[in-house]
C-alpha cells in the first residue's frame, strides 16, 4: 500500500501541500518498533491517523493468538497516542483465504468464506462488543482485497497493485476529510 499511496500522492491535488505520510514496517504485534530508530519512534507518536495493516507476520498465528495480539496491540497505539480526536483504522488482512501461510491457523471462531483472520477482526469490532474507544475503526477492504483468491473475470485477473492502489484512495478520502 505504501507504494501506491507514494506514486498517486503528487496526482491528486499538486497545488496543495501534501500531507505527510510516514510508513513503518513491522512483522510482529509483540514488538512492532524494535527495529525503529528514535526518529521513526518520534514521527510515530506524532502521527494524527494511524493505519495499521498486518498482513506479513513473521510467524504464523493462531486465530486466537491473533485476536489476544491485535488487541493488545490497539490498546497499545491507543496509550501511544493517546489524544482522542486521533482515527486509528485497522485494515482488514488482504491475502487471500488460501495462500499457504497459514495465518490465523487453528479456528476457534464459526468457518466463513473469509479470510479467518477477518473473522477475528470482525468479531472484535462487532457493534457494542468492541472494547475499543470509538476513535478506533475496522477499515474494510474485503471488497477490493476479495478477489485477489485467483479468481479472474472475463479472462483479466485483478493485480494485487490494483488494489493497493484503490485503497490508497481510499486512505487519502479518509483523511483528507478530515485534515
Known amino acids: ?38 526518529d521513526a519512534k518520534g514521527k510515530f507518536r506524532k502521527c494524527k491517523h494511524v493505519f495499521i495493516s498486518f ?39 488482504m491475502d487471500a483465504v488460501r495462500n499457504g501461510n497459514n495465518n ?9 468464506t473469509n479470510h479467518p483472520c477477518n473473522d477475528v ?18 477499515l474494510d477492504n474485503t471488497d477490493l482485497s476479495g478477489p485477489l483468491n485467483g479468481r479472474c473475470k472475463g479472462g483479466e485477473c485483478i493485480k494485487k497493485d490494483d488494489v493497493f492502489s484503490a485503497i490508497a484512495l481510499r486512505i487519502f478520502v479518509l483523511v483528507g476529510r478530515q485534515v
Request: charge should be positive; glycine fraction near 2%.
Open 121 to 138: 477482526l470482525y468479531d472484535i469490532f462487532k457493534g457494542e462488543k468492541s472494547t475499543f474507544p470509538s476513535r478506533v475503526r475496522l
Open 55 to 93: 498482513d506479513e507476520l513473521e510467524k504464523p498465528l493462531s486465530q486466537l493468538e491473533y485476536k489476544n495480539q491485535v488487541t493488545k496491540f490497539i490498546q497499545h497505539v491507543t496509550t501511544a497516542i493517546s489524544d482522542d480526536t486521533f482515527p486509528i483504522f485497522m485494515l482488514t488482512h
Open 104 to 112: 490465523c491457523h487453528s479456528p476457534f471462531l464459526k468457518r466463513t
Open 1 to 38: 500500500i505504501h507504494g501506491s499511496f507514494m506514486s498517486l500522492r503528487p496526482h491528486l491535488f499538486p497545488h496543495q501541500r501534501p500531507f505527510k505520510f510516514h510508513y513503518r514496517e513491522a512483522t510482529t504485534f509483540t514488538q512492532p518498533g524494535a527495529t525503529w530508530d528514535e
